[in-house]
C-alpha cells in the first residue's frame, strides 16, 4: 500500500519486473493480485469472468454514477446493456462522426496563432460537447465550465482515496470530503434530471435519453427516474473524460515527437486537403490511427481495473479465494517488453503493420476486455481520430513544459495544467517554403 501510494504507475511496472505475471500483494485489509501476463488476464476477464464481481475501486464510484452500466452487475447490467448497445451500432457511430468532426472544426476555427491554453481543459469541454450532443442531444455549452469544475472536484477526492487507507472511511460519514462529494453530486444531479424532464416533456427525439425513457420490458415496466438519471450520469462521464484524456496525451507526445507530427500532418494533408475529416475517412488515415493506438499504449486513461472472486477460484493454475480482488494494470502490460520493442518510446509505427493482429489477447486492452468491454470504444476510436485529424491539420500544439506527469486518480490524468501555445501548421509551412535556400 506504500509504495502503491507513493506512485502507483510505477509500483505497478516494479512488482512485474521484480515478480512476473501474476503477483500475489496486500492492499491495506484486503488481499489482491496483480494479473500482468495476457492469458491471466483473459482468464480473469473472459474465462472465468463468471467467478467475478467488479471490485472495492468500482463500487465506490456508485455514490456518483449510481447502478449505472459500468458500476451494475449480473441481470441489471444484461439489461441495460442490451439496452444501450444499440446506440453503439457502426452506423450510429458513423452519423455521430459527422458532429464530432463540426464541432472539432468550429474549435479549431476559433483558435488564433499563438494562442495560450490549457489543453486538458479544452479537450473536457469540447468532449463533454460532444458526447452530450451525440447521445444525449443536448447543449451543455453553458454549464461546461461548472460540469469540469465539478468533475475536477470529485477527481480529487477519490484521488486522495485511491492512494491511500482512507478508501476505507464509509462515504456515509459528514467528513469534509464526503460533504464535498456529495455538493458535487448534488449540483451534478440537478444538471441532469434537468436534462431528463425536458425530454420527459417532449416526443421522441431518438437520442438516448429518449430510448432509456420510452424503454418497457416485456411486462411493461420501464427504467425509474434514478436509473435514467445513472446511465445519463455514467455516459456523460465516461463518455467525455477518457476520450479528452487520450486526446490531450496524444497532442503532447505529438510535440514532444517532431519527425511523427510531421509524418501526422504529411498522411493529413494528402488525404484531406484542405476540407474536413469525415467518418469515411477513417480508413484512409492509417498513421492517424496508430498515434492513437500508440497514445492508448502509453498512456491508457483507464490504467488499472480490478475484479473480486465472488467464489474460490483459480487464475494461472494458483487459487484466487472468494472475496480476493485481482487488478489488471493496463499501464503496465503495455509497456511489457515480450510485445512492444522499446516499451517506453512513442513509434506510432509499429501499428503499421498488422501488430494488433499478431499481439496475443491481453496484451493491448486500453478499452478492456470480455463482456464487460467498453460499450463506447468504436466511438472513442471514431472521435479521437476525427478530433485529432481535424486539429491537427491545421494546428500544433505546442507544451510551456517539456512533458507532463501523470497523476493517477480514477484515469490517468495530467498531474498539472497543460499550457501551452497553439502555433498555426499553415503559416509554420509557409514561413519554411519561403527561407532562401543555400
Ligand atoms: C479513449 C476512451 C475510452 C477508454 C480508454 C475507455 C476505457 C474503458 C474500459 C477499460 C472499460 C472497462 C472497465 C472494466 O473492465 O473494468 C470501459 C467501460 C465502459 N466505458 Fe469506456 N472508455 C473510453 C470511452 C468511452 C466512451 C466514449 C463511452 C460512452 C460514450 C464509454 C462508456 C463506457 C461504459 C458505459 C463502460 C461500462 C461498460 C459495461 O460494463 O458494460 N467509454 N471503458
Not at 495544467?417 to 519554411?432: L, P
Request: charged share 25%; hydrophobic share 45%.
Amino acid at each position: 500500500m506504500g509504495e502503491y501510494g507513493l506512485d502507483p504507475v510505477a509500483a505497478m511496472v516494479r512488482w512485474r519486473d521484480e515478480h512476473g505475471d501474476f503477483v500475489p500483494i496486500r492492499f491495506g485489509p484486503f488481499r489482491a493480485h496483480m494479473a500482468y501476463g495476457p492469458a491471466e488476464i483473459e482468464e480473469v476477464l473472459v474465462d472465468r469472468a463468471a467467478d467475478f464481481r467488479k471490485s472495492f475501486a468500482t463500487r465506490m464510484l456508485i455514490p456518483l454514477l449510481g447502478h449505472g452500466l459500468l458500476t451494475a452487475e449480473g441481470d441489471e447490467w444484461l439489461r441495460h446493456r442490451r439496452l444501450i448497445s444499440p446506440a453503439f451500432h457502426r452506423e450510429r457511430v458513423a452519423g455521430y462522426g459527422r458532429i464530432m468532426a463540426k464541432y472539432a472544426d468550429e474549435w479549431a476555427q476559433a483558435r488564433r496563432d499563438d494562442e495560450p491554453l490549457d489543453l486538458h481543459d479544452e479537450m473536457m469541454a469540447l468532449t463533454l460537447r460532444v458526447v452530450a450532443r451525440t447521445l444525449l442531444d443536448t447543449d451543455v455549452t453553458p454549464s461546461i465550465k461548472e460540469i469540469v469544475q465539478l468533475l475536477a472536484e470529485v477527481q480529487d477526492f477519490y484521488y486522495g482515496r485511491f492512494a491511500s487507507l482512507r478508501f476505507l472511511i464509509p462515504t456515509s460519514l459528514p467528513t469534509p470530503g464526503n460533504r464535498g462529494l456529495a455538493r458535487a453530486i448534488r449540483r451534478f444531479d440537478e444538471l441532469v434530471y434537468g436534462i431528463i424532464r425536458e425530454r420527459r416533456a417532449e416526443e421522441d427525439r431518438g437520442d438516448l435519453v429518449s430510448l432509456l425513457l420510452l424503454a418497457r420490458d416485456e411486462d411493461g415496466t420501464g427504467l425509474t427516474e434514478r436509473q435514467v438519471r445513472d446511465e445519463v450520469t455514467t455516459l456523460l462521464l465516461a463518455g467525455h473524460e477518457t476520450t479528452a484524456l487520450a486526446l490531450t496525451w496524444a497532442f503532447m507526445l505529438l510535440d514532444g515527437h517532431p519527425d511523427v507530427r510531421r509524418r501526422l500532418e504529411a498522411e493529413l494533408v494528402g488525404v484531406l486537403g484542405d476540407r474536413l475529416a469525415l467518418p469515411e475517412d477513417l480508413a484512409a488515415l492509417p498513421y492517424t490511427q496508430a498515434v492513437l493506438n500508440e497514445t492508448l499504449r502509453l498512456y491508457p486513461p483507464v490504467y488499472v481495473t480490478g475484479r473480486e472472486a465472488i467464489r474460490d477460484t483459480e487464475i494461472a493454475g494458483q487459487p484466487v479465494p472468494k472475496r480476493h480482488i485481482v487488478l489488471i494494470s493496463m499501464y503496465a502490460t503495455h509497456r511489457d517488453p515480450r510485445f512492444f520493442s522499446e516499451p517506453e518510446a512513442f513509434r506510432p509505427e509499429r501499428w503499421l503493420d498488422g501488430l494488433d493482429k499478431r499481439l496475443p489477447h491481453g496484451a493491448f486492452i486500453p478499452f478492456g476486455m470480455g463482456s464487460r468491454k467498453c460499450v463506447g470504444a468504436s466511438f472513442a476510436m471514431t472521435e479521437t481520430t476525427l478530433l485529432v485529424a481535424t486539429i491537427a491539420r491545421r494546428w500544433r500544439f505546442e507544451l510551456n513544459a517539456g512533458e507532463i506527469a501523470t497523476l493517477p486518480s480514477i484515469t490517468l490524468r495530467p498531474a498539472s495544467a497543460m499550457w501551452g501555445r497553439m502555433r498555426s501548421v499553415a503559416r509554420r509551412a509557409a514561413m519554411t517554403s519561403s527561407v532562401p535556400g543555400p
